[in-house]
């Protein structure tokens, strides 16, 4: 078994900043990628930014230079600090989770349940 947990999320006035993350458990063997996704209501989902298991990032254009994903390997942890938040980052955050339960098995996804993001003054 493996459980993907966000927290973080909130109501956050324009210009202000949020701290989520994703902690996974339970019978992890290595976590490669740990990605955060996004989805606004009567959009579909997008990738918001990646980090691999070396610290390799990648951002979707619209947070780059405002939002940053880092991750604790220790802890199974990912975290996407938000600053600089506008209305159009209102949205489901989700985060993925690719990893091995054991050293010779497969790479698989998790997903949290998400956390909501609003921002609105």
């Known amino acids: 078994q493996v459980q993907v947990v966000e927290s973080g999320g909130g109501l956050v006035q324009p210009g202000g900043s949020l701290r989520l993350s994703c902690a996974a458990s339970?019978?992890?063997?290595?976590?490669?990628?740990m990605t955060w996704y996004r989805q606004a209501p009567g959009k579909q989902r997008e990738l918001v930014a990646t980090?691999?298991?070396?610290?390799?990032?990648r951002y979707v254009d619209s947070v780059k230079g405002r939002f940053t994903i880092s991750r604790d390997n220790a802890k199974n942890t990912v975290y996407l600090q938000m600053n600089y938040l506008n209305p159009g980052d209102t949205a489901v955050y989700s985060c993925?989770?690719?990893?091995?339960?054991?050293?010779?098995?497969?790479?698989?996804?998790?997903w949290g349940q998400g956390t909501q993001v609003t921002v609105s003054s």
């Open positions: 339970g019978s992890i063997f290595m976590i490669n990628d």
């Open positions: 993925n989770v690719a990893l091995k339960r054991i050293s010779f098995g497969r790479v698989m996804e998790y």
């Open positions: 980090i691999s298991r070396g610290g390799i990032t």
